[in-house]
Antibody, heavy 131, light 108 residues
Framework: EVQLVESGGGLVQPGGSLRLSCDVS????????MSWVRQAPGKGLEWVAN????????YYVDSVKGRFITSRDNANKSLYLQMSSLSADDTAVYYC????????????????????????WGKGTTVTVSS | EIVLTQSPGTLSLSPGERATLSCWAS???????LAWYQQRPGQAPRLLIY???SRATGIPDRFSGSGSGTDFTLTIGSLEPEDFAVYYC?????????FGQGTKLEIK
């Protein structure tokens, strides 16, 4: 069974740091991009960051650039989100998700193209930033 | 950044009725990068549609997606009780994902 399990959430003071983990099972972790998505209380979904298969590339939403770093350990099938300089605006449930780039071919000319979507999600871990 | 706007914010319908949810993009979006998700209370999001119109594995055929360019639609053919939830569209461009603000589908 494909499974993503987040951990590391909790209560942290403004300005503090926290490291989230996402442990993966049921699929070959090193073959997939991964994303972090968050949801503030009563609000919608916000993509936070993603990372490529070998960890050499990562991308971030503007609001967390310079404060959050995502990384991965393919040997241990784990994804991480190191968060620093936290503020109340970072209070949310944080989900990890498998970030799928599904390859397809154009029948007419054989050109490759990709679909982009998140097909597997964890249950989330809650981060509360408060004094 | 591409902004996705969903309408309506809330849709009140009865089981058995047809639901039509809209997602408008601030600039052209590749259909291959447009997805829809369902989120029930207290649960993680679930992928419904990718590539604007392809159903994900295990998704009932009452769910369908359509559209191109800046206008996309999620249609639920005949509402079941478990379909009342919040629905989000999502796009990917320039190494960034964005989500719409969501449409809440509630029982009338």
């Amino acid at each position: 069974e494909v499974q993503l399990v987040e951990s590391g959430g909790g209560l942290v003071q403004p300005g503090g740091s926290l490291r989230l983990s996402c442990d993966v099972s049921g699929f070959t972790f090193r073959n997939y991009w991964m994303s972090w998505v968050r949801q503030a209380p009563g609000k919608g979904l916000e993509w936070v960051a993603n990372i490529n298969k070998d960890g050499s590339e990562s991308y971030y939403v503007d609001s967390v650039k310079g404060r959050f770093i995502t990384s991965r350990d393919n040997a241990n099938k784990s994804l991480y989100l190191q968060m620093s300089s936290l503020s109340a605006d970072d209070t949310a449930v944080y989900y990890c998700a498998r970030d799928l780039r599904k390859e397809a071919l154009t029948p007419s000319n054989g050109n490759h193209y990709y679909y982009y979507f998140m097909d597997v999600w964890g249950k989330g871990t809650t981060v509360t930033v408060s004094s | 950044e591409i902004v996705l706007t969903q309408s309506p914010g809330t849709l009140s319908l009865s089981p058995g009725e047809r639901a039509t949810l809209s997602c408008w993009a601030s600039q052209r979006v590749s259909s291959r990068s447009l997805a829809w998700y369902q989120q029930r209370p207290g649960q993680a999001p679930r992928l419904l549609i990718y590539g604007a119109s392809s159903r994900a594995t295990g998704i009932p055929d009452r769910f369908s997606g359509s559209g191109s360019g800046t206008d996309f639609t999620l249609t639920i053919g005949s509402l079941e009780p478990e379909d009342f939830a919040v629905y989000y569209c999502q796009q990917y461009a320039n190494s960034q994902y964005t989500f719409g603000q969501g449409t809440k589908l509630e029982i009338k």
